[in-house]
């Protein structure tokens, strides 16, 4: 059973900088698809960027584009989103996800099967 688990969540000004990371246990991340997803309060969880397992491909939301960037480190088994020029809209909980195919192609919460228990991700001055 594959296991995620979600780190660098933190407190930011506007304008500043995380990293998030996603290490898993149980599985070989070379064979699966990883989302970032974000959830604020009264909200529905929403994708935020996706990557195929070969890191080749990735899709991000409109409003993440040009300031996050997904990788992944497969030898390392963790998954990475980093995330620049942060703003207020940004605050949430982020969610790492995986499937088990080479591409969900949608970066839609429906295609993910395994989930982390999230980190807090607070833009504010």
């Known amino acids: 059973q594959l296991q995620l688990v979600e780190s660098g969540g933190d407190l930011v000004q506007p304008g500043g900088s995380l990293r998030l990371s996603c290490a898993a246990s149980?599985?070989?991340?070379?064979?699966?698809?990883i989302g970032w997803f974000r959830q604020a309060p009264g909200k529905e969880r929403e994708g935020v960027s996706c990557?195929?397992?070969?890191?080749?491909?990735?899709k991000y939301a409109d409003s993440v584009k040009g300031r996050f960037t997904i990788s992944r480190d497969n030898a390392k088994n963790t998954v990475y989103l980093q995330m620049n020029s942060l703003k207020p809209e940004d605050t949430g909980v982020y969610y790492c996800a995986a499937v088990l195919t080479r591409w969900a192609t949608m970066c839609s919460k429906w295609e993910y099967d395994y989930w982390g228990q999230g980190t807090q991700v607070t833009v504010s001055a």
């Open positions: 990557s195929s397992s070969s890191g080749k491909s990735t």
């Open positions: 149980g599985g070989s991340l070379d064979d699966y698809s």
